[in-house]
């Protein structure tokens, strides 16, 4: 694949037959639906897949399930950093690792506690590596069990171990991310934003791409975004699509995953709007809410020339 080649890589949810065991057959068509929409890659047992609700065994059998059925095509990579002590973090990343993923991701806030410093998280990473041989990883500012922003430091030391491919950021602010951005020049490093307003601007200070929960929404148009947001001839197109995006962002995360898995299912993909993670159903205000956004996406689609996805 070209080095300047911008990717859309969504942040997985999972389908749930009604007594809220993992649906796998809508899995592979939910996985199928994101090829269509041009993803360049997934990211499978991730917050939005509701990683902390499902038993180890259901995390591992999640990233198996997408490694083998999009069959190399595109990699995958997993959150793989469970555990209470290092050493069952490492042995479970390892676990990740066998499912055939590409790398396994880490989450920031396991490896320090809030109150604890830069150092002693470089220190807890730099225990993990070396029990955790050659393989892979990535890193992703989650926002639980706490939001643990990786600070340049951090990263310096990340990218010094020549083994990290993939970063999900959560900072939000613009200028810090451009450090970021600037820090993983001239290395294997693949920077993605998880913050929809901040698309079009990451993607043009250098980001490798999105990850964004909208993705699950209308993932074609972040495909397109991705794309296009350096493109001089659609910049008119790129500024409207990125302004329609913040708009609706505030709208669609009322009632997250279930208000995604609502939508798409309007939008024809066979999954039913049940989440482990969601205390009640979608209330009738978010449905409506949502729908508004959903009688939008034609005309998104009409605008920038793009098909509407099918699975």
Same mark, same amino acid.
């Given at each position: ?13 999972? @389908? ?72 069952? *973090? ?52 989650? @926002? ?7 600070? @340049?430091?951090?990263? *310096? ?39 929809? @307003? ?40 790129v500024e409207w699509i990125q302004a329609e995006l913040t708009r609706a962002d505030a709208i669609i995360g009322q009632g997250y995953p279930n208000s995604a898995k609502y939508f798409l299912q309007k939008r024809g993909v066979p999954i039913q709007p049940l989440a482990r993670s969601a205390k009640a159903p979608l209330t009738d ?27």
């Open positions: 694949m070209d080095s300047n080649t911008k990717k859309f890589v969504p942040v997985m949810i999972t @389908p749930y037959h009604s007594n809220l065991k993992i649906d796998f057959d809508a899995l592979s068509k939910l996985t199928d639906f994101y090829v269509n929409s041009g993803v360049k890659g997934f990211f499978a047992n991730c917050a939005s897949s509701e990683m902390y609700q499902l038993d180890p065994e259901e995390r591992l059998s999640l990233a198996r399930h997408v490694v083998k059925h999009v069959k190399g095509a595109f990699p995958v990579v997993a959150t793989g950093s469970f555990g209470t002590t290092i050493e069952e *973090r490492a042995e479970f990343a390892r676990k990740m690792y066998d499912t055939g993923v590409n790398a396994v991701i880490l989450i920031s806030s396991h490896f320090a506690n809030k109150e604890e410093s830069d150092t002693v998280l470089i220190n807890n990473l730099e225990k993990f590596f070396s029990l955790t041989g050659n393989i892979p990883m990535g890193t992703y500012e989650c @926002p639980s069990p706490y939001k643990r922003i990786i600070s @340049p430091e951090v990263l *310096r030391f990340l990218l010094s171990t020549n083994r990290l491919i993939y970063h999900k950021d959560t900072t939000l602010d613009l200028e810090k991310i451009r450090v970021k951005i600037d820090l993983a020049k001239n290395s294997k490093l693949e920077f993605y934003d998880a913050h929809t @307003p901040n698309s079009m601007y990451s993607l043009q200070m250098g980001a490798k791409g999105l990850s964004t929960i909208a993705g699950n929404f209308y993932p074609e148009i972040f495909s397109w975004m991705c794309n296009n947001a350096n493109n001089p001839a659609r910049k008119d197109d205000a978010q449905k409506q809410a949502v729908d508004e956004i959903y009688k939008l996406l034609p005309q998104w689609h009409e605008r920038l020339g793009i098909k509407a996805a099918a699975y």
